[in-house]
Nanobody, 117 residues
Framework: QVRLVESGGGSVQAGGSLRLSCAASGFIVSINAMGWYRQAPGKQRELVAEITSGGNTNYADSVKGRFTISRDNAKITVYLQMNSLKPEDTAVYYC???????????WGQGTQVTVSS
């Protein structure tokens, strides 16, 4: 079992920045990809950004150039630096971890990000 603990959500005005963190513990040897998904009210959960243990990254088109995902393999922690935030970035952000890319096996509890105009 893998446990994911998120931190760093909150409220910010448009154009501002936030940094999300997600620390993994447990049977982490099985984990290759870690990342962030988000779900806005009335919408499906979508991939925001993902990073593999080798450092390969995937980003949603809507966040490219604004968000940066990084990973500290020693701390088994993944970060999401979010800059130039827009109201449409408002959602619950979930940390995810999986044995393969784009295939989460474990989820965090979610953290709210609210961007006001």
């Amino acid at each position: 079992q893998v446990r994911l603990v998120e931190s760093g959500g909150g409220s910010v005005q448009a154009g501002g920045s936030l940094r999300l963190s997600c620390a993994a513990s447990g049977f982490i040897v099985s984990i290759n990809a870690m990342g962030w998904y988000r779900q806005a009210p009335g919408k499906q959960r979508e991939l925001v950004a993902e990073i593999t243990s080798g450092g390969n990254t995937n980003y949603a088109d809507s966040v490219k150039g604004r968000f940066t995902i990084s990973r500290d393999n020693a701390k088994i922690t993944v970060y999401l630096q979010m800059n130039s935030l827009k109201p449409e970035d408002t959602a619950v952000y979930y940390c995810a971890a999986g044995r393969s890319e784009r295939t989460p096996n474990y989820w965090g509890q979610g953290t709210q990000v609210t961007v006001s105009s």
